[in-house]
């Protein structure tokens, strides 16, 4: 083997096991985020037994479900029933691979004793996998993790599962579309799928919460729907389908969609952060686009976690904050809202930055103005006179 | 590789037809969808292989298991080909199929498919994956592009007020 191929395998093996670990890591702290935060929000302790504040319960959850029996219901589909909860922890951890998490390392250059010499030219990005079509990438694997819900739902041979998997296939579909579309317009305005150029054309311009504002809150609820997450969580839905889709499941099956659900939580964080936040761009410095160096690529690792903490801590807060949809109500809202305003949305960013090129003014502050009236107009909307109109008319009477 | 892929889509295909469970089929199917998805990579073209796993592995199959499970079509269905007749157009039918892939085959590929190896490749790294296909499909093949378009729109029309006699 020449260095050069040496080089590129440690390099990757390396990236590979260092975010795997990290991820795995990241989804245990996940959940016990989450249960504490829910305990601080409701006024509770939540887990504080087990190790500093309860950091280690989510070991001894682990362990006590690797030790737990494995159930088989009488009537299940028995390898479908095993099938899917691979199905549905599979996609939601390799889509993290064509993020771009921080600003690249410099190429390295070295001999070992026995094994030889290892280079890599160039800087390493810092990405599992930077594929050239990225986030279609992303999208088309996360729309194979509906698999793993609905056939647990189909194969566990229970009504209230079988509801589980029929709303939650329906409720995926739906949301996938304006998920999609509202991604349609980041590739106009970044010209390229990749995620590392969502990245670069957001140092280059602004982040695009600002210029795309519209779409951020579209793939903003998508994304809670996408992940079936509180107010979107029809297919869990303990109240009235005791959990839906994983009534039947337990010990290390159970776990197997519990840590899919965190992982796939996570990843979305990770997608808002890097498709409307700048990824690993550190705000209003142009010192982190420099040459590669440690110095920068942990910076920008920091910036990157930082933003995406905060989107994990955005999900968990949404949680304990808002009830439950109705189900019309939220294919209502998924094709009588989303999708036309999606559709709209594309075709006036299409039509503003080809006016913007003709005319040959600066795109940034037309793409902002203009999100100012639509975002104002969206809230306007969908509020429809309930909160904001209701809350003065309340104080006037 | 190739011959991997291309095995278990064959493999997926044949389990596909054969199982007596619905959704058992439309598993099996998913899978050789999937094996294509990976020749498409094989061949350069990571663009359509994500459209195949997006839109056929990922949407229509999912709209497939969906209906199966809203009719609760059980396990061991009976299927459409009964006695002789049935299988002598199936024979029959099979046979043309097998005739129209042998000509394919044999016959030589027209100009413009013909690519110098590489050229795929070397075009994906210079305009992106996802240009190389939005520039033959809305400039060269605009018209077409639109025209397959209204027929679809005109076909899921046709289904709405087949499907809903009263609207």
């Known amino acids: ?397 | 590789m190739f011959w991997l892929f291309a095995a278990l889509a064959v493999g997926g295909a044949l389990m596909c037809i054969t199982r007596r469970s619905p959704v058992a089929s439309a598993l099996w199917l998913v899978q050789t969808l999937f094996s294509l998805a990976a020749i498409f990579v094989l061949l350069d073209a990571q663009f359509i292989a994500a459209l195949q796993v997006m839109v056929y592995a990922g949407a229509i199959m999912v709209l497939f298991l969906f209906v199966i499970m809203l009719l609760n079509l059980g396990r061991g269905s009976a299927t459409d080909m009964r006695g002789w007749t049935g299988r002598l157009v199936a024979l029959a039918l099979g046979l043309l199929l097998v005739t129209e892939l042998w000509v394919l085959v044999r016959s030589p590929l027209a100009s413009p498919l013909q690519l110098p190896a590489g050229t795929l490749s070397r075009v994906a790294q210079e305009q992106g994956v996802v240009a190389v296909i939005s520039d033959s499909l809305f400039r060269t093949y605009l018209v077409p592009f639109e025209v397959t378009s209204v027929l679809l729109l005109a076909a899921i029309v046709g289904a709405v007020v087949l499907a809903k006699r009263r609207l």
């Open chain 1, 1 to 397: 083997m020449t260095p050069d191929i040496k080089g590129f395998l440690l390099a990757a093996t390396v990236k590979i096991v260092v975010v795997f670990s990290v991820w795995m890591i990241a989804i245990m702290l996940a959940t016990w985020l989450e249960r504490r935060g829910s305990a601080f929000m409701q006024d509770r302790l939540g887990p504080n037994r087990v190790g500093p504040a309860g950091l280690l319960q989510p070991v001894a959850d682990g362990l006590k479900n690797f030790l737990k029996e494995e159930t088989w219901p009488k009537w299940v589909d028995q390898p479908l029933f095993l099938l899917a909860p691979l199905m549905s922890f599979i996609p939601s951890l390799i889509t993290f691979a064509v993020i771009p998490f921080a600003a690249p390392l410099p190429g390295f250059d070295f001999t070992l004793p026995l094994l030889g010499r290892f280079t890599y030219q160039g800087p390493i990005p810092m990405v599992v996998a930077d594929l050239p079509i990225g986030l279609l990438f992303i999208l088309a694997i996360s729309s194979l993790a509906v698999y793993g819900i609905v056939l647990a739902g189909w194969s566990s041979a229970s009504k209230y599962s079988m509801l589980g998997g029929i709303r939650s296939s329906a409720q995926m579909i739906s949301y996938e579309i304006a998920l999609g579309l509202s991604v349609i317009t980041v590739f106009i305005l970044s010209g390229n799928v990749t995620l590392s150029e969502v990245v670069a054309a957001q140092q280059r311009t602004v982040w695009f919460v600002l210029a795309l504002t519209v779409a951020f809150v579209l793939f903003l609820v998508s994304a809670f729907a996408e992940t079936n997450r509180l107010p979107f969580d029809l297919p869990e839905a303990e109240a009235e389908l005791v959990t839906g889709y994983h009534t039947e499941y337990s010990a290390m099956k159970f776990s197997m969609f519990y840590v899919a659900e965190y992982a796939a939580i996570l990843t979305m964080s990770a997608l808002i952060a890097t498709l409307f936040f700048g990824g690993w761009d550190i705000p209003f410095t142009r010192w982190d686009e420099g040459p590669p160096s440690v110095a920068r690529c942990a910076a920008t690792l920091l910036a990157f976690g930082t933003k995406t903490g905060f989107f994990l801590l955005f999900y968990i807060w949404v949680r304990w904050t808002l009830p439950r949809f109705r189900f019309d109500q939220l294919m209502e809202l998924g094709w009588k809202v989303m999708l036309p305003v999606a559709l709209g949305y594309i075709t006036v960013i299409g039509l503003v930055v080809w006016g913007a090129e003709r005319v040959g003014v600066a795109l940034a502050p037309v793409l902002i103005g203009l999100n100012l009236v639509a975002t104002a107009g969206l809230l306007w909307g969908l509020d429809r006179g309930r909160l904001l109109a209701g809350a003065r008319a309340r104080r006037a009477a």
